[in-house]
């Protein structure tokens, strides 16, 4: 059985031409003009990549600064000790810990967003790994969150980092501002984006490096980007 459309998101499509692929100043423009909802909704970008992940030399993954933010309040916890762990609570962590923090996740309490430790205390940390792996809060070098400089890494949290990694079948998806946010800072922080996304593209990848891109809102249809303006940002 069809899955029924509601009136308000069929008006929406109506908006966006789906046989079109549009440039990146087009898309905004376009996706910004699909605000329907009560809230500020996040603006999320869904990329295919030509890339194999089964294969360790294809994987995509790492972090990005957005230069605007998220538009989301971040919740950090720490796992330090000692000097660290004053670090982390001076550069704003809500959380900080070690044996105790590691206790309550083992639990199944997740007070945080994302999840920093120092890498003398991933073999702590490890014991809880299987809870945290499966919601993406494992600390991880690649993302900057297993790193002995804590405070950076905490300021780089609240600041609009977002992690990205592709997923079995060669996606990435990721919030990159908010609906709320002007044409210059969506811009802005989707081109950083896909900056580091060419950054990562392994030596291995064969053929077309993005084959499909596109924005949309929380509650919108997506908009089609064109994908060699994409792959030409460096």
């Known amino acids: 059985?069809?899955?029924?459309?509601?009136?308000?998101?069929?008006?929406?499509?109506?908006?966006?031409?789906?046989?079109?692929?549009?440039?990146?100043?087009?898309?905004?423009?376009?996706?910004?003009?699909?605000?329907?909802?009560?809230?500020?909704?996040?603006?999320?970008?869904?990329?295919?990549?030509?890339?194999?992940?089964?294969?360790?030399?294809?994987?995509?993954?790492?972090?990005?600064?957005?230069?605007?933010?998220?538009?989301?309040?971040?919740?950090?916890?720490?796992?330090?000790?000692?000097?660290?762990?004053?670090?982390?609570?001076?550069?704003?962590?809500?959380?900080?810990?070690?044996?105790?923090?590691?206790?309550?996740?083992?639990?199944?309490?997740?007070n945080f967003d994302v999840l920093i430790a120092t890498p003398n205390m991933m073999g702590l940390v490890g014991k809880v790994g299987r809870l945290l792996g499966p919601k993406g809060l494992m600390p991880n070098p690649k993302t900057g969150t297993v790193t002995m400089d804590v405070a950076k890494a905490v300021e780089n949290a609240k600041g609009g980092q977002v992690n990205f990694r592709v997923d079995k079948q060669g996606n990435i998806h990721a919030g990159v501002g908010k609906v709320s946010f002007d044409e210059a800072q969506i811009t802005d922080n989707l081109s950083t984006f896909i900056k580091a996304i060419n950054k990562q593209k392994p030596s291995t990848a064969k053929g077309r490096y993005i084959k499909t891109a596109a924005i949309s809102l929380t509650m919108s249809p997506s908009v089609s980007l064109e994908t060699q303006e994409l792959m030409d940002l460096r």
């Open 1 to 110: 059985m069809a899955k029924k459309i509601s009136k308000r998101f069929k008006e929406l499509l109506d908006k966006v031409d789906s046989k079109k692929e549009y440039s990146l100043e087009e898309a905004i423009k376009t996706v910004k003009n699909l605000k329907s909802a009560k809230f500020d909704e996040t603006i999320e970008i869904a990329l295919k990549l030509n890339v194999d992940p089964r294969h360790a030399d294809q994987m995509v993954r790492g972090s990005v600064v957005l230069p605007a933010g998220t538009g989301k309040s971040v919740r950090v916890a720490v796992i330090a000790k000692d000097i660290k762990a004053d670090e982390a609570k001076k550069a704003g962590a809500e959380i900080v810990g070690a044996e105790d923090l590691i206790e309550e996740i083992a639990k199944g309490v997740f």
